[in-house]
């Protein structure tokens, strides 16, 4: 039997052996996550995690300096001082968020009347400090659409681990003193910092069951709930549709309930969630949310909902917008990629006429009805969609086609669809965008500015991972998850990623502990690279060689996103795999790992 079978494959899809006594996750949190199994199998080898951080043996003389828009924050070495590993209780890894909330010390800023905000590992709006309390969500509801509607008008005027083994698994972390960043570096981030406009609060989704209610919010909910019932009695929905081509088929829908989105609006458990977006869209004002009502069925059926659901409009727009994954609270996730109309010839097919845009907007209504068909509208569940809108290499203001467009979409989401957005993400954001967002920012409410994040190019894969668990993210946008069709058989989105930061001039070891024979398989990744990784296998017994799985090579952002290897082990021992960063900038490190027993 070989001792080495290195392998080289693209990350995915094998669903996880049970968990042990311990296993290392980071999917929901940065925190070591315990979960106990009084019965493990007994052929799977027993396996523990140790991670170690020590100073780089080199420091990059020329780092090339980030871009203008791009933040270098780094974060203040606060790190646990000592050697050696810790078996109980387990400690975090360190990527673990404590940090991350710190604001690194700026050491020579200028002295300014009104100090700069912190400079947050991400720039993320709606997750400064506040500096007076929210307005309550019943004050002014405005969703996400409705402020870019404003937002479009304002344009137009001129604007610019997972171990699986029987056995403990423990994560240690033992920490040298870092090389810390020139004074100048962390100035330059905090003021790059406060060039981002800064929310007061972050969007807490409400609830829908009609316990949790207030009780003016229960009087608008049973308000509009009687005059749903009267217009349903009366007829007036179906009398103000286009039926009158066809009676037979008035005739028959006198006698259907009114339903939206597959749900009736009366007489059913999820009737309130309904309910409730248009109220929250109308600050419960029941009238208004009525008239909302009525003008969004009529829409429905002038624009053909129902026969729209079944047409087929052809998947050229499919990498423009497509659904992938879920965030950490079960939100699915839709991705919004601008940088795609680049293409000239997908442009012209777009937007060259009003016939090609009118169809651009069916199709993308097609997507959105058929996501929300997905959705949960209990009480309890998830009925909204976690919004992710890529600005890399995005045409800008100046397309009036792409302009006219999109205005005309946002204008049907906001008529149509209320509350659907649990939060707005904008990644890759260039210069323009931030200009164009600090002078329409005094116009958006705040429940809506609570809903958006930015995030600048540099800081656009951390602020995911905040939200998004990294095996949820795709691969382009510095995660772990693939097309099915292309993937390592051995992962799947259902395994777990542990997520670190590799701080500046530091190396970061992860070693896994080996006590029976098996085979090794992990993924290893570092965000944008511009590291040193090397793996190697060092035995227990005096008397045997270590064995070198990959000796220790510089990774570009050129390289495969995504390392996939696996090792037979033969005797009892540790895999070490080492991310060496030279650079003055922290790296995400992202690794997942399962072992698999074998015969001799």
Known sequence: MADETPAQNPPVAAAPPPPTSATVTDSESPAVLEKQDPSPPSHVPAVSVSVTESASTTIAENEEQAPPLEPAALEPDSSDKGSGKEELPPTPPPQAVESESEPPAVTEAPKEENPPAPAAETVVISESESQQPPAPPQQEVVTESESLAAMMEKEETGAPAEPTAAGTTTTTTTTTTTTTTSAQEEVAAAVEEKKVPQNLGSFKEESNKEADLSDSERKALEELKQLVREAIDSNLFNSESKSEENPEKEKKQESKEVSIWGIPLLKDERSDVILLKFLRARDFKAKDAFVMIKNTIRW?????????????????????????????????????????????????????????????????????????????????????????????????????????????????????????????????????????????????????????????????????????????????????????????????????????????????????????????????????????????????????????????????????????????????????????????????????????????
């Not at 290499?393 to 906001?414: C, D, F, Y």
């Not at 994040?453 to 998850?481: D, N």
């Not at 070198?548 to 952002?557: D, E, G, L």
């Open 300 to 600: 429905r059926k002038e624009f053909g909902i129902d026969e729209l659901l079944d047409e087929d409009l052809g998947d050229d727009m499919e990498k423009v917008v497509f659904m992938h994954g879920q965030d950490k609270e079960g939100h699915p996730v839709c991705y919004n990629v601008y940088g795609e109309f680049q293409n000239k010839e997908l442009y012209q097919k777009a937007f060259s006429d009003e016939e090609k845009r009118m169809k651009f907007l069916r199709w993308r209504i097609q997507l959105l009805e058929k996501s929300i068909r997905k959705l949960d509208f209990s009480p309890g569940g998830v009925s909204t969609i976690f919004q992710v809108s890529d600005l890399k290499n995005s045409p800008g203001p100046g397309k009036k086609e792409l302009r006219l467009a999109t205005k005309q979409a946002l204008q049907v989401l906001q008529d149509n669809y209320p509350e659907f957005v649990a939060k707005q993400v904008f990644i890759n954001v260039p210069w323009w965008y931030l200009a164009f967002y600090t002078m329409i920012s005094p116009f958006m409410t705040q429940r809506t500015k609570s809903k958006f994040v930015i995030a600048l190019p540099s800081k656009s894969a951390e602020t995911l991972f905040k939200y998004i668990p990294p095996e949820q993210v795709p691969i382009q946008y510095g995660g772990l998850s693939v097309d099915y069709c292309d993937c390592n058989p051995e992962f799947s989105d259902a395994d777990p990623a542990t997520e670190m930061t590799v701080k500046p001039g530091t190396k970061q070891t992860v070693e896994i502990t080996i006590f029976e024979k098996c085979i090794l398989v992990w993924e290893i990744r570092v965000v944008g690279w511009e590291v040193s990784y090397g793996a190697e296998f060092v035995p227990d017994a005096k008397d045997s060689y270590a064995v070198i799985i990959q000796k220790p090579t510089k990774m570009t952002a050129k390289d495969e996103p995504v390392v996939s290897q696996s090792f037979k082990v033969g005797e009892l021992g540790k895999v070490l795999l080492t991310v060496d960063n030279p650079t003055s900038k922290k790296k995400k490190l992202l690794y997942r790992f399962k072992v698999k027993p074998f015969c001799d």
